[in-house]
């Protein structure tokens, strides 16, 4: 095979000599913490030390949620089968979805869209939060975000809108989505409070990162929970363990010959 | 079904609560930085100041080699049949194996393995790596982490290991990989030097952790770089792209009638 | 946990009973087709004796395109990472994606929708596929389904279609996607044939799967091919062998100090 | 990028001609069973009427175990994270491991060998099962394929050997499974009945398969069975339903201040 050319702007590879996004590998390692390689990665440069601070906070956010997220059972069921541990790290992420982490996704371009509508329709943040939730509506669509199935108050949405606002990052994304949660209240009756996906996809996006990037965020921070999970799996728990007892119907059609 | 109960180390999750390895979310966000926030999901502990800035370089050093290993190649490809990012990047994980990355985990095992050996044989380090050298050639094994396809002096091992000598971290695994570097040049008759893979295997075992996170640490950081290159394709190049022209031959059975 | 209720159509299990889709497993086996097996479990019922060729002869026209598909370079640059055979092959399974087996889904979506609002309007075939052709010029929509990369008049298509009217299966889908390629070709001003997922769309709407339904055929098939893949990879080749040397640019930021 | 040469024996690709293994896909789709033609792929070669029969039972055999296997558990739950069909479907054969189907891999390694070593040392097949479950017995080893933490005697298992009775197929490596079988419970005290991996083991190592595509026929049958999974998971189902609550205890470190 005869590879067509490519191109890359991610990393320049020569005989002992590394060059990622301009810097060298060397100068990086020990050098710059590891979240802002990240970035640098994502962006194409190194972050300013409040985005710095910013996307590390972030992808601790993601690291883990216990046993129960599809990510968490997926690795955990699929080490149980017997493989190695980067195979079962690769199923929970797998589960990573547009219900799963999805919601990074959809809320930063939906919030992206928006803050643009809302300059080019010269709007104001409340406006804009009212028409959104308006159509939303009237589209019986769900504006993602907001909710969660555990949490009423989520500790880490709290933390990162603090954090956002103290390295004076938080923007029109950040306001519009505060506005979309009010917005909610009054039009669904009861709170449904900015979630911990909401939150991260708001402040991406007052970060300048492209909505495309959503669940990579939620992927490399969750990669490090998900890694925990399959190393305990395999090193406290038995291959097969009955990991539980079917309470399964069988609905499907009934017993006959053929 | 009905589960059996669990039981797990890593997160404690109740409403508006959530605790990893004895630390609030809340409290690790922003506050701690991720990569010590993976140290602590992995050992169960925060890192000292001086490992929290070494498992910050090891994960550093894993997070990208351009587009020809495995794991870039696949999650290229992958990515240009129209899949969702995660997809994309879970490929390229499932790429990490023996052979791609692997050598941290076998590296680890044998240094591991082997000063615990020398420890109670009361052998000096050159003596264990002597044995270590001999043993392989007698049983025509590879000892993994040595030598590179691309690199004859690689960066990222020299600044890991100055790393690990200035933050004081180096001990007997350091040391005898070392030693082992050298008697294989006497054995072969040319250098093969110690290489990234073999560097993080002698690092994480002086900062003790279990070998079987070996390609637990690779997978973490190079997540990062996979992420980039999924991105990269997507945004770049079309689906389906003309990656390579084909130069296979086809040597299987002649052309015939059913 | 406590496992919620679950239901499920697929298969009863109890002690040393296995019934599928209302068939004792041991009556199924050797006695029914196996492809006949897939049709029971996607429908629930088993096949026609024509349904039955059908599907067979659509599972085999899936097995394998060489190495060149996203799927099957998936497959093998994961083999040569020195992985288990299953993890390689999921890795080619995850390149199944729109732009890759995805013109099954997507034009069987379209086919139906479509015959279904042709009965609506009441219009012809033809009209149909003139109003479609019409729509995705406007719309500056590509129909899925149609052109190769490599084939001008695919081996498989022919077969497949020749079959389907030889069993009698040949309904409205596929007289519609057949007039779709007449409209397009007046259309675009050059032929655009059928290829082998257009077909298969058309066949498997007559035959009454929902579209949703479209990669499943392709990944059942393929995964007899790229299991063939992975071991001739693991069996003929050394991991990390040298499949391709550079050529990539790096056109990314200029190489600089921190 | 410049591709190596590469070889391969599964399919030539040329412009609207398609040679797998010899054969045009023309000729194979619609004529040759697809269960013949994953033969084909993996041996090479077409199979005689009773292998093709053989092969056909044997997948049919691995379609599916209800809801809780972990490739079809996998599968559910990562499709509940709301992903496309494939990635579903291929968390689940990332589940297929040394626990999960690598019975068949193992015991058709053991049987393989054993045969060799029985016929090198003129034994009896009665003294070479013997031999195996005293070896394993002194090593501490599990013999791979017997018993079943559902099934005291599976009817796929009994279908498969009387199939394979039937067919003259069973030869040495069926016999010293069945041999195996008697004096395991002998030495264990119980019946440990063949299960439906160590059937399949026997039955692919007399029909001459590499023991290394063991668990190929496994995830070729099953990608059918957690195909059937996703989609019912998918159109049944809402993503990210409450498949389970929550009983699982922490017992990490205590709660504490960083």
Redesign the interface.
Known sequence: ?????????????E?????????????????????S??YL??K???PSKEHG??I??I???C??????P??A??SR??A????????????G??????????AIEKGAKLLQDSVTRMKKENKTVEEMASLIVKEAKEQKKRILGFGH????????T???FS?ADELHISDNHVALSKAIEIELEKSVGKKLPINVDGAIAAIISDMGF?W??G??FF???R???L??????E???EK????????????????????
């Open positions: 095979m005869i590879f067509m050319k490519w191109n890359s702007k991610i990393t320049k590879v005989p002992n000599h590394l060059v990622t996004c301009g810097y060298r590998q060397e100068d990086l390692i020990g050098n710059v913490p590891f979240s390689v990240v990665l994502l194409g440069e190194l601070r910013m590390d906070a992808l601790t956010a690291v883990d949620h216990g046993v129960t599809p990510s059972m997926a069921v699929v149980s089968g017997g493989v190695p541990l980067p195979s079962a790290v690769a199923a992420i797998l589960a990573i979805g547009d219900a799963h982490g999805g199935r555990v949490h009423t108050s989520d500790p880490r709290k933390r990162l954090l492209d495309r990037l669940k990579g992927l490399i921070g990669a490090a929970g890694t925990a999970h399959v190393y305990e395999q090193t406290r291959p097969m363990r009955k990991m539980f007892t079917v309470e399964c119907e069988y609905d499907g059609p009934e017993e006959k010959d053929i």
